[in-house]
């Protein structure tokens, strides 16, 4: 995920900030977890992290351009 290149610059810190402190979280209907958090030093966009269903294991992780602050 983190190989392409408009994801390239997405911090380690961010996405654990994010699935461990977010500023909403959502379940989807196979368990995966959705959690986002405005991230500041992004200039205050919104990162998104999929989570799978234990939690812990980073599926995936974006900048939710749906999310505006």
Do not use: C
């Amino acid at each position: 995920m983190r190989k392409r290149p408009d994801r390239a610059w997405i911090r380690t810190e961010w996405i654990e900030s994010t699935a461990l402190s977010p500023d909403a979280e959502l379940v989807q209907a196979d368990g995966r977890i959705r959690p986002w958090k405005r991230i500041m030093e992004a200039e205050g966009r919104y990162l998104r992290v999929v989570l799978l269903s234990d939690g812990r294991t980073v599926h995936n992780a974006f900048f939710d351009r749906r999310l505006t602050p």
